[in-house]
């Protein structure tokens, strides 16, 4: 199940792997999404969260950017940020987000061995908290 709608004029998407009792869930992601301004995409199931965020940086530190990072958060508390191949030559407005960040910004809800919608809920909440955390910096 997926949803589209427009955020500051670029299509994002919300989805939720399962049953119709997820509808519920992906209307909050759809909201959240609507709601944080550099929240790009973000879709689960039982086994892992996977969010899209707009990150600033500058390239050759003087021309300014916007990135998307992707992360995935699995079931069993494993965690990986993955930043565009081109971050390199860029300076991240206020600093990467590494996977310990975001998993210390998740809580235990991530070690357990299937996410509830509720826990799906939280580890998308806790990831978006760890990439607003280094932007307030």
């Known amino acids: 199940k997926a949803a589209s709608c427009l955020n500051n004029g670029h299509e994002v998407s919300a989805a939720v792997s399962g049953s119709s009792s997820d509808d519920a869930l992906k209307s909050r992601f759809e909201k959240l999404i609507e709601e944080k301004e550099h929240v790009k995409d973000i879709s689960s199931d039982d086994s892992k969260v ?3 965020y707009k990150q600033r940086g500058k390239l050759f530190g003087f021309i300014p950017v916007w990135m998307n990072v992707r992360s995935e958060v699995r079931a069993g508390g494993t965690a990986e940020v993955h930043y565009p191949w081109y971050s390199f030559l860029a300076r991240v407005v206020g ?26 809920e939280a580890v998308a909440n806790g990831t978006i908290k760890a990439f607003e955390s280094v932007e307030l910096k």
């Open 95 to 120: 600093g990467k987000v590494s996977s310990e960040t975001v998993l210390e910004n998740t809580g235990s809800v991530a070690k357990s061995d299937k996410l509830s919608t509720s826990d799906q």
């Open 50 to 52: 996977k969010t899209v």
